[in-house]
């Protein structure tokens, strides 16, 4: 709407200074022509007075008085309209460049999707994913080891793990061989303004928190289900859905009081929010009490006493290996060898045999290796790792305490909320979920 007013306004404004210009010179040019071609006549034959081209004189009287007065009548009325037009143009101009910029937007848009749909739905998926993709294992000496099923994360919650400059990135070079190098640094047929394209795409398609958080619960129940298959073959699937089940439950049961405590700790705060009037000030502040809260709730599961690090580390793992949405959610697509093909539960060597019998979990893909108390040397104190995993690395910014620390490429995500711009992207686990994954990081 705004849209089509500041277009309209622009047209009408530029319709009108069009016409005080060539209506007066139109005016003038058909006047002279009237004079010449039909006053002179009747002058013919008197050229010594007058050339039948040549108007009589104009007396002093007139010149001086009402012409003077008409001309100097004329500037004053330009200069007025003038003065009226140019700041009436000028408070048009924000909603001129804003409808541009929406303008702008859309197409980009518009085409980013077009080429998502052209070129990566059959990896990704439809919509912004998650799909897989075909890919031919070979081993070190380049044999052929199997055809595998590559999981292609979705991209409906890209813009919260990485910047828009990593995913640039990733698109202009692709990742581990499997996903195409597609920008022109890396040797792909896109132009710079198409890969832009798609990142402006992708920030159209983001998930809302509600359907990320049952995403990475729903998700975490699954490969709960499917790791307590895999100790016990003889559960069915519902035993198996129902005993995991059983195990989201009590991981509620151990953030019940801690949740109760860390409210009773902020209640006078709570109190005090819940009386503002209803908007944005007291959405703000509700927020930001949320977060604090699960801070607090964080710090207490990561405390060096906390009771209940069976099954605060047993829901780690499950963090960890979660495959919802391709595995998006969690680490071990990078972290796991084999884990994007599901080395151990599909892929086949020519033979019939499973590619790997096991996952070495955090031992290492295309993320390091996290086994061994790796993250316990490379952060001394949880809670600098906890921070790392919540936004992430950055290309050249070194991460973990001092004298231990490595410099960051940028693709390691991070799973906390993120801002860019006036674009707003929601968290993807919460801090006690990621006080959970660092809980289970440090006992591998
Ligand atoms: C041939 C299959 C294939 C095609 C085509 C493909 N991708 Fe990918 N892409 C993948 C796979 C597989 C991964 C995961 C790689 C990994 O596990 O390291 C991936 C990873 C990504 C990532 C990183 C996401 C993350 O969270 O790690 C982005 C972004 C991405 N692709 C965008 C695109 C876009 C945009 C297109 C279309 C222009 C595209 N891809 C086309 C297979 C593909
Ligand atoms: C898209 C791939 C990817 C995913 C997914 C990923 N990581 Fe990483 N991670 C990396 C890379 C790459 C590094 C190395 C740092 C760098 O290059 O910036 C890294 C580094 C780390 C480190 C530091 C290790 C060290 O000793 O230097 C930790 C801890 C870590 N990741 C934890 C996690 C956790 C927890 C998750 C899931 C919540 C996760 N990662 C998901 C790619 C990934």
């Keep these: 709407m705004s849209l089509l007013l500041a277009a ?20 003038l040019m058909a006047r002279r022509a009237f004079v ?14 007058l050339a ?5 004189a104009v007396p002093d009287e007139v010149l001086e008085g009402t012409r003077l007065d008409r001309s100097l009548g004329a500037g004053l009325v330009t200069l007025a309209l003038i003065g009226v037009v140019l700041p009436l143009y000028w408070l048009g101009e924000p909603g001129r460049i804003d409808g541009a910029d929406a303008n702008y937007n859309r197409i980009f848009t518009d085409r980013g999707g077009e080429s998502y749909e052209e070129l990566c ?30 999981a292609a994360p979705a991209l409906n919650t890209v813009l919260t793990r ?13 990742r581990n061989g499997v996903m195409p190098a597609w920008g022109g640094p890396g040797g792909g047929p896109l132009t710079e303004q198409q890969v832009n394209n798609l990142v402006v795409w992708m920030r159209s398609i983001q998930l809302d928190p ?12 699954e490969r709960k289900a499917a790791l307590l298959k895999e100790a016990d073959p003889s559960l069915s699937d519902e035993e198996a859905a129902a005993a995991a089940g059983a195990f989201m439950g009590e991981v509620d049961d151990m953030l019940a009081p801690l949740k109760a405590n860390a409210e009773a700790t902020l209640s006078a705060r ?10 944005e000030a007291r959405d703000r502040e509700l927020a930001k009490i949320e977060s604090q809260l699960e801070d607090f709730v964080a710090a207490d599961l990561l405390a060096e006493d906390f009771a209940d690090k069976d099954v605060l580390i047993a829901w780690g793992e499950v963090l960890f290996s979660n495959r919802a949405d391709a595995g998006v959610y969690g680490c071990a697509r990078c972290h796991t060898a084999g884990f994007s093909y599901q080395a151990v539960e599909q892929a086949e060597r020519v033979d019939g045999t499973p590619v790997q019998d096991s996952y070495d979990q955090g031992g290492g893909a295309f993320g390091p290796s996290l086994t061994g108390g790796a993250t316990v040397t490379r952060f001394i104190d949880p809670g600098q790792q ?20 490595s410099q960051g490429s940028g693709q390691m995500p991070g799973f906390g909320a993120r801002a860019e711009g006036d674009n707003e992207y929601n968290a993807l686990l919460s801090q006690p979920e990621i006080a959970a994954i660092v809980a289970y990081e440090r006992s591998l």
Excluded at 162 to 174: A, D, I, K, P, Q
């Design 8 to 27: 309209s306004t622009q047209r009408t404004i530029g319709w009108v200074l069009a016409l005080l210009v060539t209506v007066p010179v139109i005016f």
């Design 36 to 49: 010449i071609l039909f006053r002179a006549d009747p002058e013919v034959g008197s050229e010594v007075e």
């Design 52 to 56: 039948p081209n040549r108007l009589p």
């Design 121 to 150: 739905t059959a990896c990704h998926g439809p919509g912004g994913g998650p799909g897989a993709a075909q890919f031919t294992l070979t081993d070190a000496s380049g044999d052929f080891v199997s055809q595998v099923s590559w």
């Design 162 to 174: 990485f910047s828009e400059e990593e995913v640039t990135h990733v698109l202009n070079f692709g």
């Design 210 to 221: 509600d359907t990320i958080a049952a995403n990475v619960r729903n998700g975490a129940a």
């Design 270 to 279: 709570i109190s005090g929010v819940e009386r503002l009037p209803e908007g």
């Design 386 to 405: 906890q921070t790392f995993i919540t936004i992430g690395s950055q290309t050249g910014v070194s991460y973990g305490s001092a004298g231990r620390s």
